[in-house]
């Protein structure tokens, strides 16, 4: 059994910062892509950041220069730098990643709530 936990989520004004985690455990092996999507409400779910196991990332254009996602891949984490946030990027963000366990399957965390004011 694999589980993603996220965390990080938060009020913030404006402007400001938030840093979201995404941690895997249980019966891991190696993870190859790791990634945040959110979704506000109304709205359908949508990729904000992906990275793979070597490094190289890949981002939604209304987040690109404000976002940076990063791994740590001994401890199975994906990480989220959101700055300069905009009231628009008010959602539940979630985390996704390809695990192999026992064979290799998509796994969601439950989602973290990320509200910015304006």
């Known amino acids: 059994q694999v589980q993603l936990v996220e965390s990080g989520g938060g009020l913030v004004q404006a402007g400001g910062s938030l840093r979201l985690s995404c941690a895997a455990s249980?019966?891991?092996?190696?993870?190859?892509?790791m990634g945040w999507y959110r979704q506000a409400p109304g709205n359908q779910r949508e990729l904000v950041a992906v990275?793979?196991?070597?490094?190289?990332?890949n981002y939604a254009d209304s987040v690109k220069g404000r976002f940076t996602i990063s791994r740590d891949n001994a401890k199975n984490t994906v990480y989220l730098q959101m700055n300069s946030l905009k009231p628009e990027d008010t959602a539940v963000y979630s985390c996704?990643?390809?695990?192999?366990?026992?064979?290799?399957?998509?796994?969601w965390g439950k989602g973290t709530l990320v509200t910015v004011s304006s």
């Open positions: 990275i793979n196991r070597g490094g190289n990332t």
């Open positions: 249980g019966r891991v092996f190696t993870i190859d892509a």
């Open positions: 996704n990643a390809a695990v192999w366990s026992m064979d290799r399957r998509n796994y």
